[in-house]
């Protein structure tokens, strides 16, 4: 499970260290796609096939498509280099309008990574629901 909050940044090639604790679940091999709302979600190998099928399942053939180009084009797959980073493509980094500071979430069977405003101004806005959340 993929718990925390962490605040990276990335360096000019546009690698990342992942934290510690995310690591060791990233031995398989990941996958880097778009996420939810402007952020990137980091899937284990085999937790990315069980939320592909998870999400066609019950698609229309027109929805199954259009899902299928508006995500796998973009994913890439993520291995860690010796000092724990992984690099993010530059349409990836685009697209979560990441720059340097990042935060790292942990979402319960993925993580995310987001500029770290965007983040801030995110969290603000849920906290302002605070009482519509089940907690």
């Given at each position: 499970m993929f718990l925390g909050e962490y605040e990276h940044t990335l360096d000019a090639k546009g690698r990342m260290a992942v934290p510690a604790r995310y690591r060791a679940k990233m031995d398989q091999g990941a996958v880097l796609?778009?996420?939810?709302?402007?952020?990137?979600?980091?899937?284990?190998?085999?937790?990315?096939?069980?939320?592909?099928?998870?999400?066609?399942?019950?698609?229309?053939?027109?929805?199954?498509?259009?899902?299928?180009?508006?995500?796998?084009?973009?994913?890439?797959?993520?291995?860690?280099?010796?000092?724990?980073?992984?690099?993010?493509?530059?349409?990836?980094?685009?697209y979560a309008d990441l720059t340097n500071e990042v935060t790292v979430v942990g979402v319960r069977d993925h993580f995310e990574i987001w500029d770290r405003a965007a983040w801030y101004a995110y969290q603000e806005r849920l906290d302002a629901q605070g009482s519509k959340i089940p907690f």
């Open positions: 796609s778009k996420g939810m709302g402007p952020c990137l979600a980091v899937y284990t190998m085999d937790r990315w096939e069980e939320k592909s099928a998870e999400l066609v399942a019950g698609k229309s053939s027109d929805e199954l498509r259009d899902f299928e180009r508006r995500i796998y084009p973009s994913a890439s797959e993520v291995d860690l280099d010796g000092q724990g980073r992984m690099m993010i493509p530059a349409r990836l980094r685009t």
